[in-house]
């Protein structure tokens, strides 16, 4: 009995050592805002995030066949989906609109591409009457089909913004300075996972004071979900989130909650935010951790909601900023030049059927909590399991379900950042090349809206058509090998009177070659034509303007074949069932090494090489037509290293060129998260060595850890003991990364590594 009260009296003033470690290190705040508790074993512990409230979020299974479906409906075991449950408001007037639109868009696309398949036909030697040449014909009218779209979604979007007024428009639903609806609550969740933590918070701290600012902080609260696994991170980001808080007297609003197990990504870090506290909420703004909101964006959203309750998803138009390498710069003045048009074309295609991206979006949570969960995919293989792409599933559901997915696609304030080199972004490529072709299994379920289905077949073609078009150059020189190499056939079918004489039509090629670069290049024209009538200052001027985007179009072409031939490896690895490593993409601005560069486009060099070799050797004159190609595959080495480069890319701005408007006169959002981020990069970080060795990123780290099982029990205080004497035997500098995290998890082993590494320091300053 003696004992067990020795032992709790020791527990207690530990607990009460660890606390004033805790309030002197890191601030009477602590303290004054109920931040630092007890727990049922008299233990310290931080709260981080509010009282949990739960709400069911239970997904629906899929049944992709609809051979499937079909045999459960006769036998009777066919079940309507929640969706098909729900009664169907009348149908607004936007929808018979979009109807109109889309059949339009898809007149106006077959009739372009039957017009240029014939063309094509002309072309070819024997006008299609061959077996090579029919499949040169498919592949080139699912090429051109998919060049026809994209040219009439940014001519529309041309004229959209030319002309400045939407009748449809989400944003025009509401008059500007409405205020926010008394009662609402909206919280802004942003999911991280092993990112730089400096800048995650930089930009959170940043939309958090703008909205402030905008005078409605008391509208929304701010959660930080983490999945992180790497303990270096997870140390740097309980000590982030407490300066955070002290700094803008965020305790009680700004919330933190790392996950211990890692089920579904991202989207199921969503999901548990939905069934902890989604119930609270009305509606939910998802972040990426390198986006950053103006607080009047935020608000203006929220009132949008608010005023269009049909309104399941709004998504604004992110720009990107905030990176200095000079692919980044052309990627980001690429986006912000042209992207608008695109943007603005989806909108006058879809309407209220659009796309969510995944991020930088404001989401009504009742019917996102009761439809949008997601089920694995049955079966087994690559394209089974979680579901990888989850924004474009979300937002089928949300419109199954009858609620409106819009695009504000004229919202300012909503920024985001891009990839810093090539070789990063095909990373986050491939990624993305894996989850759209998994989303492809969805294409067929049951109550899905024709324009989602549209929106999973679009989202397999922008990687489907890397293969397509590599396909089509091979067989292209396969031909001129056959017509090189072979005698010429003249009877070509069976019972042929009169024979067919190969016949080239170089004119024809030119015009057919003239009218594809047009559709490709034209958008590019019509998005500098509308800068320069709304005014080009923030571009260096209509010169400097100009001059980027003819640069731009040269570094486009030469990157659009490597881009091909990575595309095509990451189609393959997808159906050969190979790995893809998910994790977190850069946000600095990383340099690409010549190892990494040999090492990565090393093949791609060598078949230009052998490819340009082929060609002259069959027919020399068809060397004219390669030259993008085979330019593209011999510089792609040099290109990846150069581009990559920051000097580079900061002295094109100094000139003039690549400039965009965020960064000639940056939002103060912009500017603040920049600030931000030096001072905390400028900061050393805590590791995990740290919450071992130092007393307050010690006390810290126990106060935050979550594995809180009351001591005494044999087997718990057993396994304790064995984690204890493999670190102290091992040394925790030599641990894998898994039992640093089991020793981050739980406090008490946490206390016990602490003692055993500071005895025999002790020891030596007592000697």
């Known amino acids: 009995m003696s004992a067990a009260i020795d032992e709790d009296a020791l527990r207690a003033g530990e607990a009460d050592a660890q606390e004033r470690t805790l309030l002197e290190a ?7 805002y109920g931040v630092v508790r007890r727990d049922e074993a008299g233990r310290v512990c931080v709260q981080t995030a509010p009282a949990i409230k739960r709400s069911s979020m239970v997904p629906e299974p899929w049944v992709t066949n609809p051979f499937v479906r079909g045999w459960r409906r006769v ?46 036909k002309a072309v070819l030697p024997y006008q299609g009457g061959q077996i090579l040449e029919v499949a040169i014909l498919l592949l080139f009218a699912l090429l051109f089909c998919w060049v026809s779209a994209g040219f009439w979604t940014a001519l529309m979007g041309f004229l959209q913004l030319l002309m400045g007024r939407d009748r449809y428009s989400i944003s025009a639903t509401v008059a500007e300075g409405v205020p926010i609806s008394a009662g609402t609550r909206t919280a802004l969740v942003m999911p991280i996972c092993n990112e730089d933590v400096g800048r995650v918070f930089a930009g959170l701290r940043a939309t958090y004071e703008s909205v402030a600012r905008a005078g409605v ?38 919330h933190y909650r790392r996950r211990r197990r890692r089920v579904k990504r991202k989207s199921g870090n969503i999901d548990d935010f939905c069934r902890r506290w989604g119930g609270e909420y009305d509606y939910m703004v998802v972040l990426d951790a390198d986006s950053v909101m103006s607080g009047e964006c935020l608000k203006r959203l929220v009132v949008l909601m608010d005023a269009n309750p049909e309104a399941g998803i709004i998504q604004s138009a992110p720009r990107a ?55 694995p995919l049955p079966g087994k293989g690559s394209f089974a399991g979680a579901i990888l792409s989850h924004d474009f599933v979300e937002a089928a559901l949300m419109r199954r379900a009858g609620w409106g ?38 294409f067929l379920i049951k109550g ?22 590599f396909l089509f150059l091979a067989l292209s020189t396969a031909l001129l090998a056959v017509h090189t190499l072979t005698e010429p056939q003249y009877f070509v079918t069976p019972h042929q009177l009169f024979p067919i004489w190969p016949q080239w039509h170089p004119e024809e090629a030119i015009a057919l070659f003239s009218t594809t670069a047009v559709l490709l290049f034209l958008p590019k024209i019509l998005s500098v034509l509308l ?28 990157l659009a074949p490597i881009r091909m031939l990575f595309h095509t490896r990451f189609v393959v690895a997808a159906f050969l069932g190979w790995k893809v490593q998910w994790k977190s993409p850069a946000r600095a601005n990383n340099e690409t090494p010549w190892r990494e560069a040999f090492r990565r486009h090393g093949l791609q060099t060598l078949l230009g090489v052998c490819w340009g070799l082929l060609v002259a050797w069959l027919n020399p004159n068809f060397l004219w037509w390669m030259i993008p190609i085979l330019a593209s595959l011999l510089l792609a080495i040099p290109l990846s290293v150069m581009s990559s480069r920051v000097s580079l890319g900061k002295g094109a701005f100094e000139d003039g060129l690549f400039c965009i408007p965020e960064e000639t006169s940056p939002p103060r959002e912009l500017h603040d998260t920049a600030r931000y981020n030096e001072e905390n990069q400028a900061r050393p970080a805590p590791g995990f060595m740290d919450a071992l060795t130092d007393p307050a990123a010690n006390a810290l780290a126990r106060a ?39 020793l981050l998890d739980d406090p008490e082993v946490l206390a016990r590594v602490h003692r055993a590494l500071a005895r025999p320091a002790a020891q030596v300053r007592a000697a």
């Open 26 to 32: 890191y601030g009477p705040e602590l303290d004054e």
């Open 75 to 120: 036998q009777g075991r066919m079940h309507k989906t929640r969706a098909e449950r729900l009664a169907r408001p009348p149908e607004p007037r936007w929808k018979i609109a979009g109807r109109l639109r889309r059949l339009t868009l898809l007149v106006a696309v077959v009739a372009q591409t039957a017009v240029a398949t014939w063309y094509m």
């Open 217 to 254: 902080l008391d509208k929304f609260d701010f959660f930080i979900l983490s999945d992180s696994y790497k303990p270096d991170n997870c140390v740097q980001e309980q000590r982030a989130w407490v300066e955070l808080c002290k700094t803008v007297e965020g305790f009680g609003r700004i």
């Open 321 to 375: 900023s905030g990176m200095d390498s000079l692919y980044a710069r052309v990627q980001q003045f690429a986006t912000r030049v042209y992207g608008p048009l695109f943007t603005a074309g989806l909108h006058f295609w879809q309407l209220g059927e659009s796309h969510y991206w995944g991020h930088n979006a404001i989401i009504r949570l009742e019917p996102f909590i009761q439809h949008c969960a997601l089920a």
């Open 405 to 442: 997915v819009w695009i504000a696609y004229d919202l300012p304030g909503s920024y985001e950042e891009l990839p810093p080199n090539l070789l990063d972004e095909l990373q986050r490529d491939q990624r993305w090349c894996q989850g759209n072709l998994m989303n492809f299994r969805l």
């Open 448 to 469: 899905l809206h024709p324009v989602h289905r549209a929106v999973f077949l679009t989202g397999v073609m922008s990687y489907l058509s890397a293969p397509l078009w």
């Open 531 to 558: 800068v320069w009538v709304k005014g080009a200052q923030g571009y260096a001027g209509s010169g400097k303007l100009l001059w980027s985007m003819l640069l731009e179009v040269l570094f486009s072409m030469l």
């Open 704 to 742: 935050f850890a979550t594995g809180r099982h009351l001591p005494g029990h044999p087997l718990i205080e057993a396994a304790r003991a064995r984690l204890v004497d493999e670190v102290l035997e091992k040394h925790p500098e030599h641990l894998p990364d898994p039992t640093r995290m089991r």
